[in-house]
């Protein structure tokens, strides 16, 4: 009786140890390619420091990690930004909240003609891309640097009728966004995602304006709703948020990742 008794309470304790690591274990989702990378120093920095485990889930697509997210599948995904958050969460009714920020990876504007936006003369022709959420990026940025004025600056859909006042005669192309980096030689500048503007050897260092931390579309990690302040969360938001990450995503991204959690 005396040796069974032991062995339960050696199970019990063995259990709750098992237990206990559980709870110091979280899945968070990326998307396969350099920002997993950088989400594993991350992952290093949350192990050392909070004795935390990270578990990183990759997926291929931009749809399946909310998914996973809501139905419990994961603690967290860092892989978006707050517009399509928001789109998402409006089109499925998923019960998500933001827990930190990442970074931006910025759309600049470009020239072969000019070294700066106070060279652009009167009438330039400025190329943007044609899809609604990056021309919007690029008219607002317009707008806050005073080229232009919108009617609501807050619309993350902007176009070109959408401007309330063209006080230097800008003319607008909208083109498709991967041709951008092409047709720069023929317009005065473009503005290009950095998705397309890094494989064309276009560093963010030479953009005439670009994004900063202050962007709408500062990539976000994200949780379901009531677990921002889970204390497993806060640690990894912590880890995330370091100067090692920084320097992990200035080799990956070469100037194309701005941390968005400083102002």
């Given at each position: 009786?005396?040796?069974?008794i032991i062995g339960s309470l050696t199970a019990l304790a063995l259990a709750v140890n098992v237990a206990n690591a559980d709870t110091r274990t979280i899945k968070v989702g990326t998307v396969a390619g350099p920002e997993t990378e950088v989400?594993?120093?991350?992952?290093?920095?949350?192990?050392?420091?909070?004795?935390?485990?990270?578990?990183?889930?990759?997926?291929?697509?931009?749809?399946?990690?909310?998914?996973?997210?809501?139905?419990?599948?994961?603690?967290?995904?860092?892989?978006?930004?707050?517009?399509?958050?928001?789109?998402?969460?409006?089109?499925?009714?998923?019960?998500?909240?933001?827990?930190?920020?990442?970074?931006?990876?910025?759309?600049?504007?470009?020239?072969?003609?000019?070294?700066?936006?106070?060279?652009?003369?009167?009438?330039?022709?400025?190329?943007?891309?044609?899809?609604?959420?990056?021309?919007?990026?690029?008219?607002?940025?317009?707008?806050?640097?005073?080229?232009?004025?919108?009617n609501d600056p807050s619309n993350l859909e902007a176009t070109p009728i959408d401007i309330a006042d063209n006080p230097r005669n800008f003319r607008f192309r909208e083109i498709e966004a991967a041709q951008l980096p092409r047709v720069l030689?023929?317009?005065?500048?473009?503005?290009?995602?950095?998705?397309?503007?890094?494989?064309?050897?276009?560093?963010?260092?030479?953009?005439?304006?670009?994004?900063?931390?202050?962007?709408?579309?500062?990539?976000?990690?994200?949780?379901?709703?009531?677990?921002?302040?889970?204390?497993?969360?806060?640690?990894?938001?912590?880890?995330?948020?370091?100067?090692?990450?920084?320097?992990?995503?200035?080799?990956?991204?070469?100037?194309?990742?701005?941390?968005?959690?400083?102002?």
């Amino acid at each position: 009786m005396h040796k069974l008794i032991i062995g339960s309470l050696t199970a019990l304790a063995l259990a709750v140890n098992v237990a206990n690591a559980d709870t110091r274990t979280i899945k968070v989702g990326t998307v396969a390619g350099p920002e997993t990378e950088v989400m594993e120093v991350a992952v290093r920095i949350a192990k050392a420091e909070y004795d935390l485990n990270v578990e990183i889930i990759e997926f291929t697509d931009y749809v399946t990690p909310n998914a996973a997210l809501a139905d419990g599948s994961l603690d967290a995904n860092a892989y978006q930004h707050e517009p399509y958050l928001q789109a998402m969460v409006n089109d499925r009714g998923y019960d998500l909240a933001i827990a930190g920020r990442t970074f931006v990876y910025p759309i600049g504007a470009y020239s072969e003609k000019y070294d700066s936006i106070e060279e652009l003369p009167d009438g330039a022709q400025i190329a943007l891309p044609n899809d609604p959420s990056n021309e919007g990026r690029a008219l607002i940025l317009m707008h806050n640097k005073g080229l232009i004025t919108l009617n609501d600056p807050s619309n993350l859909e902007a176009t070109p009728i959408d401007i309330a006042d063209n006080p230097r005669n800008f003319r607008f192309r909208e083109i498709e966004a991967a041709q951008l980096p092409r047709v720069l030689p023929d317009v005065d500048m473009a503005f290009i995602n950095n998705t397309f503007a890094q494989p064309a050897g276009l560093s963010l260092d030479d953009a005439l304006i670009k994004e900063g931390p202050e962007s709408p579309y500062v990539n976000l990690i994200a949780v379901r709703g009531g677990d921002e302040e889970r204390e497993d969360i806060r640690q990894l938001v912590s880890a995330y948020q370091r100067d090692e990450v920084i320097e992990k995503a200035e080799e990956l991204f070469k100037g194309g990742a701005v941390p968005g959690w400083i102002e």
